[in-house]
């Protein structure tokens, strides 16, 4: 792909403006749709915004063109990624819609955080280059983007895919089979899973499995990932360790009763004040503020 592409971006969302703003900020030509009028008309700012906060050129917001209409939006492009609701059905109707105004070697690719690629993608007729291109929130901030093949997915739209991200600044990973969770989602739950069930088993509280995890392989993980970390200690205290530790450990295949329970007491988190721990909006805006500070430093 050119070192400076066309980039359709299809969905001005939380996900989709910060997608625009990364391929922007790298030098593409971006096009910008949604069909909400409003999210499409303050993209831009919103991208501008972004910048300015980050410190960066907010001159790459012009390179950013709004378009409401989908067949102009991705008519000359190179590339287009979706970053629409997650929807099967709305998803599958916008590529059907998409394939009929693309150029035929165009590149098309799904931001879904959890829908297998291969249901969104099976209606297309070319579906060697289609794709799932996994973005972590924020896009501008996350580095890693996961690259995930079909079953149809040609090497080549595999390979452009995973440059044109490269050259974008950003981390992408080849997911060699279109699984649930990709790996990130997967590895994330695995561990979210057994820290639930450690409060559910009244072994600790929340904050105390979140300190645990910050005050010690979190600590690491920036630097130490997990296998990393096993041929650090070695395989056969690894395998010694799993011989003991993994019969122990939650294996349920379902979400854990405790996690439903909260929800139908609606006990949703954030969002109502209350889920695993109690939230007053201070704490809220403190955490998410830490959170992003974080990011930046790491950035
Ligand atoms: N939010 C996250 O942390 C995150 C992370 C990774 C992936 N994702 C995935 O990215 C996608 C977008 O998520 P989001 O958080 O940006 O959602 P969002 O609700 O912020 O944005 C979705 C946008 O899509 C628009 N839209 C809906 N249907 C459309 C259509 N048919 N044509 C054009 N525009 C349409 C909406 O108007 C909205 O502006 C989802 O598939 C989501 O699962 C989200």
Not at 70 to 80: E, I, K, P, S, T
Not at 89 to 112: G, M, P
Not at 250 to 266: H, Q, T, W
Request: charged share 25%; glycine share 6%; net charge neutral.
């Amino acid at each position: 792909m050119a070192a400076k592409a066309r980039i359709s971006v299809i969905g001005a969302g939380l996900m989709g403006h910060g997608i625009a703003q990364v391929f922007a900020a790298a030098g593409h030509e971006v096009t910008i749709t949604d069909a909400a009028a409003q999210n499409l008309d303050t993209a831009r700012s919103r991208i501008a915004d972004n910048l300015r906060d980050l410190g960066e050129d907010e001159s790459a917001a012009a390179r950013v063109r709004p378009c409401a209409d989908l067949a102009n939006a991705v008519r000359d492009a190179d590339y287009v990624v979706e970053a629409v609701s997650e929807d099967l059905a709305v998803k599958q109707k916008l590529f059907a819609e998409i394939e009929r105004h693309v150029r035929a070697d165009a590149i098309l690719a799904s931001n879904t955080s959890v829908i297998p690629i291969t249901s969104i993608m099976q209606g297309l007729s070319r579906r060697e280059r289609a794709l799932g291109t996994h973005w972590w929130n924020p896009p501008f901030l996350v580095p890693l983007v996961e690259v995930i093949e079909t079953q149809w997915t040609s090497a080549p739209t595999v390979a452009l895919t995973m440059a044109l991200h490269e050259g974008a600044g950003k981390k992408p990973a080849h997911v060699k089979k279109d699984v649930p969770g990709f790996i990130g989602n997967r590895l994330q739950h695995a561990l979210w899973r057994e820290a639930i069930s450690l409060v559910e088993q009244g072994i600790c509280d929340a904050q105390t499995v979140d300190d645990v995890v910050k005050a010690s392989f979190g600590r690491r993980l920036p630097v130490l990932g997990p296998l990393e970390n096993a041929d650090l200690v070695g395989t056969d205290l690894t395998l010694a360790i799993h011989n003991i530790v993994l019969p122990a450990i939650d294996s349920r295949p379902e979400p854990s009763p405790y996690l439903k329970k909260l929800v139908a007491e609606k006990k949703l988190g954030f969002k109502t004040g209350e889920g695993f721990r109690t939230w007053s909006p201070t704490e809220r805006a403190a955490l998410h503020a830490r959170v992003m500070q974080h990011l930046k430093s790491m950035a």
